[in-house]
């Protein structure tokens, strides 16, 4: 029975980190999914040679602006 | 599936915007009622934090971008903070309680949570998968 851990860092001026630790499995997807909605519209997204490894570290940086 | 993505973010959704109006001390109150300014001028807003000192302090939905706008009387502000520093620490506890509520809403449970020493909150949540 796996753990899957996310490690999220939320710094003073509002971005958020994301990091994906042990195996990226649909969870984890469903969360970050469910996360880019409820803070905002995703402007840019890019796939790493990493998405093909079921692994890898995951790091997502999410800047929080202000309105 | 490994990927970065950058995110526009946007005080979108109103219980986490109370949470974080609450974390810092401040009473919000839903629901649409008029700001206080200058001279007693008022603006509607769609919740709003009424204050002893100075004006209060609203939030207005647009709808055309589906996020909360702060509604305020520059002139009159007596918070603590300037209002960019205000709206940085407001926006931290918004980013905060949605990671919160949304690692919840997916079962996983946090492990860990600690406030650093940058000013930074670091959170780790984990789940066991059958």
Not at chain 1, 30 to 40: M, Q, V
Not at chain 2, 40 to 64: E, K, P, S, Y
Not at chain 2, 67 to 96: G, H, I, K, M, N
Request: aromatic share 6%; hydrophobic share 35%; glycine share 8%.
């Amino acid at each position: 029975m796996p753990q899957r851990t996310l490690r999220f860092r939320i710094h003073a001026d509002g971005r958020v980190e994301e990091r994906v630790e042990g195996v990226a499995g649909e969870a984890c997807l469903a969360l970050t999914e469910r996360l880019e909605a409820a803070l905002g519209s995703v402007v840019r997204r890019e796939s790493t040679t990493e998405a093909y490894s079921t692994n890898a570290q995951q790091i997502q940086t999410v800047p929080v602006e202000h309105v | 599936m490994s990927h970065f993505s950058t995110v526009r973010t946007e005080l979108r959704q109103r219980e986490p915007l109370m949470a974080a109006l609450r974390d810092l001390g401040y009473e919000p109150e839903a629901g649409s009622r008029p700001v206080r300014g200058y001279r007693g001028q008022t603006i509607d807003a769609d919740l709003a934090v009424i204050l002893q000192d100075g004006g209060d302090l609203g939030f207005r939905w647009n709808a055309a971008t589906g996020a909360y706008e702060l509604v305020t009387d520059l002139d009159l502000w007596r918070q603590p903070v300037p209002v960019e520093r205000f709206l940085s620490r407001l926006t931290q506890r918004y980013a905060l309680n949605t990671v919160l509520t949304a690692s919840t809403d997916e079962g996983f449970t946090v492990s860990e949570q600690r406030s650093c020493q940058d000013g930074s909150i670091e959170l780790v949540v984990t789940r066991w998968d059958a």
